[in-house]
């Protein structure tokens, strides 16, 4: 997040229009893996803000390798998101309206690992069990995938 981090530096706390990409990661048996993040104390996906010159697609792999040690073979687009619902308040104040494309891949290699600098865990959940502290910005994410996938 360099290219945010030096905003911050000019800007503050202040809103930010935040571009970024998360990702769903499926295991054939249709669970969702999930991290929890150390700045919220919440579970969410992997995912992250655009750097300078970098594909919404491109920021959705690196975050995913990043956060979670995994290589996406292959991301399908699932949605984009923007508007009143990806506000976001950061719990040491930074404020964000994110713009987000969200991308499914169930097909992926490597092996699972912890970015100890952002995630305490990570796990895979049955849809139908997920852990109640769901990160806000993922939320609507995650419940739209769960509505489209008729659980």
């Known amino acids: 997040m360099n290219y945010i981090m030096n905003l911050r530096k000019i800007v503050g706390s202040r809103p930010l229009i935040m571009v970024g990409a998360c990702v769903i990661v499926l295991t054939k048996s249709k669970q969702i893996l999930l991290q929890l993040r150390k700045d919220?104390?919440?579970?969410?996906?992997?995912?992250?803000?655009?750097?300078?010159?970098?594909?919404?697609?491109?920021?959705?792999?690196?975050?995913?390798?990043?956060?979670?040690?995994?290589?996406?073979n292959k991301l399908e687009l699932f949605n984009i998101y923007s508007g009143e619902k990806f506000y976001y308040k950061y719990p040491h104040g930074d404020e964000v309206y994110n713009v987000v494309a969200a991308y499914i891949c169930d097909n992926y290699e490597g092996e699972l690992r912890i970015d100890e600098a952002e995630s305490q865990a990570i796990s895979f959940f049955d849809l139908s069990n997920l852990p109640p502290n769901i990160s806000p910005p993922d939320l609507p994410i995650i419940n739209e995938f769960i509505n489209r996938s008729n659980l």
Do not use: D
């Not at 104390?41 to 300078?52: I, Q, T």
């Not at 919404?56 to 040690?69: C, F, H, P």
């Open 40 to 72: 919220n104390n919440c579970w969410g996906l992997a995912g992250g803000s655009l750097e300078l010159g970098e594909t919404l697609e491109e920021a959705a792999k690196r975050e995913l390798y990043e956060e979670m040690g995994l290589i996406a």
